[in-house]
C-alpha cells in the first residue's frame, strides 16, 4: 500500500520560507513522476513543482519559478518542497502526489488527474 504522508507546513509572514516534506513508503522510491500541488479555498487544485525522480528533472508553475524548489532524498524516500520569497497568495492546502507511470510527466505533470497516490496535505499560510 502506497502512503504518502505531508508535514512541514505552518504559518509564515510574507518573505519568508518553509520546507515541505513528503514521506514515502510502500513502494520502491526509483522512477517514478513527483509533484507538489497546492488548493487554496474556492480554488482549483493547481500543479506546482513535480520532480522525475528516475533523472531528476524538474518542472515550476509560471508562479512559483525562481521561490521553489522541489527535490528528492532517495536513501530517506522522500520528497521535498523549499519555499523561499513566500507570498499571501501561495496560501493554501498542500499535496504530495505520486504515480508509478512517469511517462507524461514532462507534459502533464500538474494534471492531477494523472496521479494514482496521494497525501492528506498540509497547511501553508502566509500572512502580509
Known amino acids: 500500500q502506497v502512503q504518502l504522508v505531508e508535514s512541514g507546513g505552518g504559518s509564515v509572514q510574507a518573505g519568508g520560507s518553509l520546507r515541505l516534506s513528503c514521506a514515502v513508503s510502500?513502494?520502491?522510491?526509483?522512477?517514478?513522476?513527483m509533484a507538489w500541488f497546492r488548493q487554496a479555498p474556492g480554488k482549483e487544485r493547481e500543479g506546482v513543482s513535480a520532480?522525475?525522480?528516475?533523472?531528476?528533472?524538474?518542472y515550476y508553475a509560471d508562479s512559483v519559478k525562481g521561490r521553489f524548489t522541489i527535490s528528492q532524498d532517495n536513501a530517506k524516500n522522500t520528497l521535498y518542497l523549499q519555499m523561499n520569497s513566500l507570498k499571501p497568495e501561495d496560501t493554501a492546502m498542500y499535496y504530495c502526489?505520486?504515480?508509478?507511470?512517469?511517462?507524461?510527466?514532462?507534459?502533464?505533470?500538474?494534471?492531477?488527474?494523472?496521479?494514482?497516490?496521494w497525501g492528506h496535505g498540509t497547511q501553508v499560510t502566509v500572512s502580509s
Open positions: 502526489a505520486a504515480d508509478l507511470d512517469s511517462s507524461w510527466c514532462y507534459s502533464d505533470y500538474a494534471l492531477s488527474m494523472k496521479y494514482n497516490f
Open positions: 520532480i522525475w525522480t528516475g533523472g531528476g528533472s524538474t
Open positions: 510502500g513502494y520502491t522510491y526509483s522512477s517514478y513522476c
